[in-house]
T-cell receptor, first 110, second 116 residues
Framework: DGGITQSPKYLFRKEGQNVTLSCEQNLNHDAMYWYRQDPGQGLRLIYYSQIVNDFQKGDIAEGYSVSREKKESFPLTVTSAQKNPTAFYLC?????????FGSGTQLSVL | AQSVTQLDSQVPVFEEAPVELRCNYSSSVSVYLFWYVQYPNQGLQLLLKYLSGSTLVKGINGFEAEFNKSQTSFHLRKPSVHISDTAEYFCAVSDPTFNTGNQFYFGTGTSLTVIP
């Protein structure tokens, strides 16, 4: 079945540590997105990529980095510069107006 | 940039009662409109969408929404809710003039709780 796979489902970060969230899609979509979800704040766009080897900052990119070396993969690194990383992270991909989501990764700080 | 306002953060409703979740957006140009549902610890699933044509849009699970251009609203309705409808609901807008990969703007969500 086609879809978006996020891993891991739960992730813990120690102080000063960088962690990477995985997002893989087999839908052959050009566009991919990372959103951060906090209670009562909806979805906020971190980064998006319209094509391989290109990506753009969203509304809250500080403290995060991404890469898009392959069409099907769009990993997100939460760096030590992100002082409040605890949140639910959602990856998505789209074609035209159709947006598809992964099942999310819950990141917590130890 | 677009903005989306969901006027109610929490909506409690009794089982089998009707419900309306409100959504307003800020745009004077044509947009695509969406409602998504999110169950706990899961991603978002599309309930329904408006692209063009009839202003009344029907979606999955008995939900429907009405596009009102003059009021820039896209309210979600269901005539009779079930316990299984308890979830978070997000209204979203996208700009169809975006070149490739539309950028989507989301509201802050409405938590619907169906009371037995």
């Amino acid at each position: 079945d086609g879809g978006i796979t996020q891993s891991p489902k739960y992730l813990f970060r120690k102080e000063g540590q960088n962690v990477t969230l995985s997002c893989e899609q087999n839908l052959n979509h050009d566009a991919m997105y990372w959103y951060r979800q906090d209670p009562g704040q909806g979805l906020r766009l971190i980064y998006y990529s319209q094509i391989v080897n290109d990506f753009q900052k969203g509304d809250i990119a500080e403290g995060y980095s991404v890469s898009r070396e392959k069409k099907e993969s769009f990993p997100l690194t939460v760096t030590s510069a992100q002082k409040n990383p605890t949140a639910f992270y959602l990856c998505a991909s789209s074609i035209t107006e159709k947006l598809f989501f992964g099942s999310g990764t819950q990141l917590s700080v130890l | 940039a677009q903005s989306v306002t969901q006027l109610d953060s929490q909506v409690p409703v009794f089982e089998e009662a009707p419900v309306e979740l409100r959504c307003n957006y800020s745009s004077s140009v044509s947009v695509y409109l969406f409602w998504y549902v999110q169950y706990p610890n899961q991603g978002l699933q599309l309930l329904l969408k408006y692209l063009s044509g009839s202003t009344l849009v029907k979606g999955i699970n008995g939900f429907e929404a009405e596009f009102n251009k003059s009021q820039t609203s896209f309210h979600l309705r269901k005539p009779s809710v079930h316990i299984s409808d308890t979830a978070e609901y997000f209204c979203a807008v996208s700009d169809p003039t975006f070149n490739t990969g539309n950028q989507f703007y989301f509201g802050t969500g409405t938590s619907l709780t169906v009371i037995p």
